[in-house]
């Protein structure tokens, strides 16, 4: 199955690079709002890859994530820390849109992470493997005791 180029980690990677577009020309605000977007289709992959279509609000999609990610299938509970802060960071931006320059790297650097981890538990989770019908990943036996 080739994966959809229009969601999850490509979009989100391709999300990454207009973040970064914007940030070197100042626009702090839209940086902030574009890391999120990336990180939360990200997080909308794994949810998909578990038979778990993610809600239409971004803010449910974060909770789905922590709950049926974090704290069922044991992702690093740093990543949905990260994905939680920057749909914060991502509605007090589009709030005010007062911004500091700084933030926009910050964010940038955060959905990166989510990103990469994402992807790398995408590729070698067994709970994916599982959903996607690929049964119980085969693992090497331990080496027996000898009597």
């Not at 578990?50 to 690093?76: K, N, S, T």
């Amino acid at each position: 199955m080739t994966p959809d180029p229009r969601i999850g980690v490509p979009r989100a990677r391709e999300e990454l690079f207009a973040a970064h577009l914007l940030a070197t020309t100042g626009f702090a605000a839209q940086t902030v709002a574009l890391a999120f977007r990336a990180a939360l289709a990200a997080a909308e992959s794994v949810l998909l890859e578990l038979g778990r279509p993610p809600e239409p609000e971004p803010g449910a999609v974060v909770a789905a994530f922590v709950r049926h990610v974090v704290l069922e299938r044991g992702l690093d509970p740093d990543t949905g820390r990260l994905l939680r802060s920057l749909y914060n960071r991502a509605e007090l931006a589009h709030a005010d849109g007062a911004v500091p320059p700084g933030e926009g790297p910050a964010a940038i650097s955060d959905a990166t992470t989510v990103v990469d981890v994402v992807d790398e538990w995408l590729k070698h989770s067994d709970y994916v493997a599982i959903a996607r019908g690929e049964g119980t990943p085969t693992r090497p036996r331990p080496p027996r005791r000898r009597r």
